[in-house]
C-alpha cells in the first residue's frame, strides 16, 4: 500500500520561503509511470494544481505560481519536495501531495498540511 | 490552460436519491477526466478516473460517464457517506485543472 505523508513548517514569515517535503512509502518514486504532486486547498475553497515531477527530474507547474515554484525530487530518501518563494498570506492553505497518472488520476493522497503564513 | 465547470455547485438531496453532477471543459479533453469526494478535512479521494472507470474499491452506486467536453458523475442511490464535496479534473493537459467543486449535503 503507498502511503504519502507530508512534512514541513506549519507557519511561514510574509516572504519567506514555504518549503514542504513528502516522503513515500510501500513505493518507489523511481519505478516510473507516476507524476508526483503537490495540490493545495484555501481554507473553504477548492482544490488547485502546484505543480508535479517525474522521477526522472521533468517539471510541469502551474502557470500562476511558475515564478516562485520549485519540485524537486531524491529517489535515494523516496521524497519529493515542494518550495513556493516570496509567500503572502494567500499562501495559507492545506497543501497536499499525491501520486497522479494521466490516464488513471491522482491514486494515493497525503493527509495534507496546513501552512500558515503570518509574521 | 483549460477550464473546467461543475454545475451545480451545491445540491441537497436525501438518502436514496438519485444524483447527477455535470463538469465542463472548455476545450476537448478526450477521456481525460477524473472525479473525486472529499469530505471536511480530509483528503480527497479519487472516484472515477478516464471519465468511466471505477476507482478500485470505490462501490458500484458510482459511475461516470461523457467524453469530450462533457461528464457526468452519477451516484444511482445515495447513502449516508455520500455527502461530501465532489471536484472534476483533466488531466489531458500537462497543466492539471480542478473543477469548482459540488457539494452535497442533506435535504
Known amino acids: 500500500q503507498v502511503q504519502l505523508q507530508e512534512s514541513g513548517p506549519g507557519l511561514v514569515k510574509p516572504s519567506q520561503t514555504l518549503s514542504l517535503t513528502c516522503t513515500v512509502s510501500g513505493g518507489s518514486i523511481s519505478s516510473g509511470g507516476y507524476y508526483w504532486s503537490w495540490i493545495r486547498q484555501h481554507p473553504g475553497k477548492g482544490l488547485e494544481w502546484i505543480g508535479y515531477i517525474y522521477y526522472s527530474g521533468s517539471t510541469y507547474y502551474n502557470p500562476s505560481l511558475k515564478s516562485r515554484v520549485t519540485i524537486s525530487v531524491d529517489t535515494s530518501k523516496n521524497q519529493f519536495s515542494l518550495k513556493l518563494s516570496s509567500v503572502t498570506a494567500a499562501d495559507t492553505a492545506v497543501y497536499y501531495c499525491?501520486?497522479?497518472?494521466?490516464?488513471?488520476?491522482?491514486?494515493?493522497w497525503g493527509q495534507g498540511t496546513l501552512v500558515t503564513v503570518s509574521s | 490552460d483549460i477550464q473546467m465547470t461543475q454545475s451545480p455547485s451545491s445540491l441537497s438531496a436525501s438518502v436514496g436519491d438519485r444524483v447527477t453532477i455535470t463538469c465542463r471543459a472548455s476545450q476537448s479533453i478526450s477521456s481525460y477526466l477524473n472525479w473525486y469526494q472529499q469530505k471536511p478535512g480530509k483528503a480527497p479521494k479519487l472516484l472515477i478516473y478516464?471519465?468511466?472507470s471505477l476507482q478500485s474499491g470505490v462501490p458500484s452506486r458510482f459511475s461516470g460517464s461523457g467524453s469530450g467536453t462533457d461528464f457526468t458523475l452519477t451516484i444511482s442511490s445515495l447513502q449516508p457517506e455520500d455527502f461530501a464535496t465532489y471536484y472534476c479534473?483533466?488531466?489531458?493537459?500537462?497543466?492539471?485543472?480542478f473543477g469548482p467543486g459540488t457539494k452535497v449535503d442533506i435535504k
Open positions: 478516464a471519465a468511466s
Open positions: 479534473q483533466q488531466s489531458y493537459s500537462t497543466r492539471l485543472t
Open positions: 499525491a501520486r497522479a497518472n494521466y490516464s488513471s488520476g491522482s491514486d494515493y
